[in-house]
T-cell receptor, first 114, second 117 residues
Framework: DVKVTQSSRYLVKRTGEKVFLECVQD?????MFWYRQDPGLGLRLIYF???????EKGDIPEGYSVSREKKERFSLILESASTNQTSMYLC?????????????FGQGTRLTVV | AQTVTQSQPEMSVQEAETVTLSCTYD???????LFWYKQPPSRQMILVIR??????QNATENRFSVNFQKAAKSFSLKISDSQLGDAAMYFC??????????????FGKGTTLSVSS
């Protein structure tokens, strides 16, 4: 059974803190993605990675960075958390030769910045 | 840039009835994939159905079927014999064809479907 696991389901952080959201997949997928989900805005792409140590900006990268030191793990970093980063964060992965293969998602992390 | 539009923020249906969720997209590409994902209150994104743009035949998965109109760039989801468990947020998504590193899904804003007994 394929699996994408996000380290926390709920997280509360203070303004200005450095926040790490972790995502691990066990499917040997090359591609990993971080999305942000807000009511009325759908899912918006923050960053993605197509290989170890490779990363590309998505549509809303400001205030975020990412790290991919190992193939199975993709971390999203909020350098200095702000209240406008309160949101649901979803991690996803796909194989390198995708065909019509869908993306597999983690269960989401609901982050609240106070 | 590719965009996906879901014009119905909310829809409702009675059990056993049929409902159609709308989705349109904008692209200049000819080779791509379209998906419908379901997100129940558990937040886990679940694939409902997929469609390859090169296939003319509409995809079906049990009670779920799509009406894919490539020229009109329309991709609607029909749910037949609706069940209480179908209540969820539904997202339409687009992706370019494979062999492009890191090609990401582009999502619409979602449609919340409620099902009443």
């Amino acid at each position: 059974d394929v699996k994408v696991t996000q380290s926390s389901r709920y997280l509360v952080k203070r303004t200005g803190e450095k926040v790490f959201l972790e995502c691990v997949q066990d499917m040997d997928h090359e591609n990993m993605f971080w999305y942000r989900q807000d009511p009325g805005l759908g899912l918006r792409l923050i960053y993605f990675s197509y290989d170890v140590k490779m990363k590309e900006k998505g549509d809303i990268p400001e205030g975020y960075s990412v790290s991919r030191e190992k193939k199975e793990r993709f971390s999203l970093i909020l350098e200095s958390a702000s209240t406008n980063q309160t949101s649901m964060y979803l991690c996803a992965s796909t194989p390198g030769a995708m065909g019509s293969t869908e993306a597999f998602f983690g269960q989401g992390t609901r982050l609240t910045v106070v | 840039a590719q965009t996906v539009t879901q014009s119905q923020p909310e829809m409702s249906v009675q059990e056993a009835e049929t409902v159609t969720l709308s989705c349109t997209y904008d692209t200049s590409e000819s080779d791509y994939y379209l998906f419908w994902y379901k997100q129940p209150p558990s937040r886990q994104m679940i694939l409902v159905i997929r469609q390859e743009a090169y296939k003319q035949q509409n995809a079906t998965e049990n009670r779920f079927s799509v009406n894919f109109q490539k020229a009109a760039k329309s991709f609607s989801l029909k749910i037949s014999d609706s069940q209480l468990g179908d209540a969820a947020m539904y997202f339409c998504a687009y992706r370019l064809s494979a062999n492009q590193a890191g090609t990401a899904l582009i999502f619409g804003k979602g449609t919340t479907l409620s099902v009443s007994s």
